[in-house]
């Protein structure tokens, strides 16, 4: 299942290992993942959203920082319309973060990544 969602890569250049953020198949995998992982965060994206694509790196850098202690996952809204409902969100790039399986933050648009950062590092 999605145990580790997180998937590793070898860099092109150098042999060093970076994490990079999974996208999730739809709502079942979400509702796994967030009831048996202690912190979560989710970004919603989609293939056409110019923003989304700005956030994309951001979302892998969190990964890659803060693998130890949280999920970072990616979710395609176009795919996934009952999240979006769900959740109310009407605006993308939206990153939600969940704790011990309650939402407790969202950051919306394309923000710096210490907002993202810093939004995560207080609920650690």
């Given at each position: 299942m999605y145990e580790s969602t997180l998937v590793r890569h070898v860099q092109t250049f150098g042999a060093s290992l970076s994490m990079a953020a999974e996208y999730l198949p739809d709502e079942a995998a979400l509702d796994n993942l967030i009831t048996t992982q202690p912190m979560v965060v989710m970004d919603c994206t989609a293939s056409w959203c110019g923003p989304c694509k700005l956030v994309a790196p951001l979302m892998d850098q969190l990964a890659d920082e803060y693998g130890d202690q949280v999920t970072v996952v990616k979710l395609d809204i176009d795919n996934n319309k009952s999240v979006a409902k769900r959740f109310g969100?009407?605006?993308?790039?939206?990153?939600?973060?969940?704790?011990?399986g309650e939402q407790v933050d969202t950051v919306i648009g394309a923000k710096p990544y210490?907002?993202?950062?810093?939004?995560?590092?207080k609920h650690l």
């Open positions: 969100i009407k605006s993308i790039p939206a990153v939600l973060f969940f704790k011990q210490s907002e993202f950062s810093s939004t995560l590092a």
